[in-house]
């Protein structure tokens, strides 16, 4: 089977740093791609690390680390519009991506 | 299409009627995908496309859904007898093939049984 923890919630200020974690237990693993979804709307893709590492792009950056099966998604100088709910996705051989249940993200002024 | 489209985007029927849901992918992506989503959780995938044919059906939660997809191109999701707890946002994505890890979501269903 396949699983990906994250944390349910965070919290942080207008400006501030975040670091959403992912833990991965998964079968024939190619990557990790990072979601975000605002409330009522659809996901849309942030980011994907195939290679152990950091991905950067703009304000967001993106880890992997393969023999930790663990990833996170790094957020700098938050703002207001970031509040939104963050899922890491897992890339297997099936050609599919397996979810994991969402992070909560309250930015705050 | 600029994006992936779906319809209805809102569906209210009642306990054991027959739904019908259509995702439009964007043009050129030979893989579709159906997730659902209930309230504050993650996303269910329930079935994958490659072309026309469905590689992989597990994620489909009972008997009563089912899925096709003609033309490699739109696909329709139908819920035979529905029950409450079929209630959920339906999405759609498509991705071109290769990349699987970027997917491309629509808007969803939201559908409500009563």
């Known amino acids: 089977g396949q699983s990906l923890e994250q944390p349910s919630e965070v919290t942080a200020v207008e400006g501030a740093i975040v670091q959403i974690n992912c833990t991965y237990q998964?079968?024939?693993?190619?990557?990790l791609s990072w979601y975000q979804q605002h409330d009522g709307g659809a996901p849309t893709f942030l980011s994907y690390?195939?290679?152990?590492g950091l991905e950067e792009t703009g304000r967001f950056s993106s880890f992997l680390s393969r023999s930790d099966s663990y990833g996170y998604l790094l957020l700098q100088e938050l703002q207001m519009k970031d509040s939104a709910s963050y899922f890491c996705a897992a890339n297997n051989a099936g050609n599919m991506l397996t979810f994991g249940g969402g992070t909560r993200l309250m930015v705050k002024p | 299409g600029a994006g992936v489209s779906q319809s209805p985007s809102n569906k209210v029927t009642e306990k054991g009627k027959d739904v019908e849901l259509r995702c439009d992918p964007i043009?050129?992506?030979?893989?579709l995908y159906w997730y659902r989503q209930s309230l504050g959780q993650g996303l269910e995938f329930l079935i994958y496309f490659q072309g026309n044919s469905a590689p992989d059906k597990s994620g489909l939660p009972s008997d009563r859904f089912s899925a096709e997809r003609t033309g490699g191109s739109v696909s329709t999701l139908t819920i035979q007898r529905t029950q409450q707890e079929d209630s959920a946002v339906y999405l759609c994505?498509?991705?071109?093939?290769?990349?699987?890890?970027?997917?491309?979501f629509g808007p969803g269903t939201r559908l409500t049984v009563l």
């Open positions: 043009s050129g992506h030979t893989a």
């Open positions: 998964t079968s024939g693993f190619y990557g």
């Open positions: 690390n195939a290679l152990d």
């Open positions: 994505a498509s991705s071109f093939p290769g990349s699987f890890h970027e997917q491309f």
